[in-house]
């Protein structure tokens, strides 16, 4: 099956340790998806987010840098796993987060992207401005 990589830019009004520690806090992000969450903070461990919807693993962890890790939907086929990164760029008003999702199989693609978007960026912009 052929496999899709998306890229998108986002930017925040909040530091880029605020945004980091939303992304790797188990409670924080929790807080903004609405799904338990358990993330380790340890290179090689596991994440499950989303009330076990995503699951994968940390493969580089640079605080408040870069978080590149392993990702797979509970919905997608065994054997598709993609590889997810965020990077963080600091701005004058907050932060801006480069990230890209690597061999998102086809027909998931549309889904995938526009969720990042609709369960990730938009809530937690919303989380970060009441901070």
Not at 16 to 44: C, N, Q, W
Not at 107 to 116: F, N, P, V, Y
Request: net charge positive; proline share 4%.
């Amino acid at each position: 099956m052929k496999k899709n990589d998306i890229k998108q830019k986002v930017s925040f009004n909040a530091s880029a340790h605020d945004v980091y520690e939303a992304l790797m806090d188990s409670k924080k992000h929790a807080k903004f998806t609405g799904g338990p969450a358990k993330i380790s903070r340890k290179i090689g461990g596991k994440f499950s987010v989303y009330d076990g919807y995503a699951a994968g693993k940390n493969l580089e962890l640079m605080p408040d840098e870069k978080i590149v890790q392993t990702w797979r939907a509970s919905d997608w086929d065994e054997e598709d796993i993609s590889e997810i990164s965020f990077t963080f760029t600091p701005t004058k008003t907050g932060c801006t987060v480069i990230f890209t999702q690597k061999n998102v199989p086809s027909k998931h693609l549309s889904a995938i992207k526009q969720g990042w978007i609709d369960y990730y960026w938009m809530p937690m912009k919303k989380m970060l401005e009441i901070h």
